[in-house]
């Protein structure tokens, strides 16, 4: 079975702050992690994927396999950045699916 | 075309209504499914489909009826819904083989029960 788990609902912090959202999963295989933003009454829009180790709107994540991790970390947050944040993680094999963690809202304030 | 789009956007249907949620892709994406959201819930998922064949139901209630007519389109029929059925269904595909790029998410369409 797949388990992400993030366990921070809501999440404040002031612009310019360094932004840290957690997420620990569980997964027998070797897992594909992904980091997924929802902006108020917009689509699912994808963030990250740790495969590519990119940095995106100034984020990053690293997969700690030892910890099994996927932490998403920004140095200075921006307001624009306030939004709903889902890591997820897919399967892999014949019948791929991604199995999303509960999310953390983050607020940035002015 | 790198969008999954989904019709219509919002829906308010009766319980004895039968509708249906339509999906279409054109990335080339064998792999499709069906999600439901509630307000301020992580999507969850309903249907898997591989290569136009159903390969995941997740116990989701008979009333709720997937189809995939080919490799771009995907539909969800609707029959008898109760209150509860109201959320936000989300349409996304992926690749299928491969490393994947990511699941693509439609904007989804907003169901209403009455």
């Known amino acids: 079975a797949q388990r992400v788990t993030q366990p921070e609902k809501l999440l404040s912090v002031f612009k310019g702050a360094p932004v840290e959202l957690k997420c620990n999963y569980s997964y027998s295989g070797s897992p594909e992690l992904f980091w997924y933003v929802q902006y108020s009454r917009q689509r699912l829009q994808l963030l990250l994927r740790?495969?590519s180790r990119e940095s995106i709107k100034g984020f990053t994540a690293d997969l700690n396999k030892g910890e099994t991790s996927f932490h998403l970390k920004k140095p200075f947050a921006q307001e624009e950045d306030s939004a709903m944040y889902y890591c997820?993680?897919?399967?892999?094999?014949?019948?791929?699916?991604?199995?999303f963690g509960s999310g953390t809202q983050l607020t940035v304030l002015p | 075309d790198t969008e999954v789009t989904q019709t219509p956007k919002h829906l308010v249907m009766g319980m004895t209504n039968k509708k249906s949620l339509k999906c279409e892709q054109h990335m080339g994406h064998r792999a499709m499914y069906w999600y439901k959201q509630k307000a301020k819930k992580p999507p969850e998922l309903m249907f898997v489909y591989s290569y136009e064949k159903l390969s995941i139901n997740e116990s989701v209630p008979s009333r709720f009826s997937p189809e995939c007519p080919n490799s771009s389109l995907l539909n969800l029929h609707l029959h008898a819904l109760q209150p509860e059925d109201s959320a936000l269904y989300l349409c996304?595909?992926?690749?299928?083989?491969?490393?994947?790029?990511?699941?693509?998410f439609g904007s989804g369409t907003r169901l209403t029960v009455v």
């Open positions: 997820a993680l897919s399967s892999s094999g014949s019948a791929r699916q991604l199995t």
């Open positions: 996304a595909s992926s690749q299928q083989t491969g490393t994947p790029y990511g699941y693509t």
């Open positions: 740790h495969i």
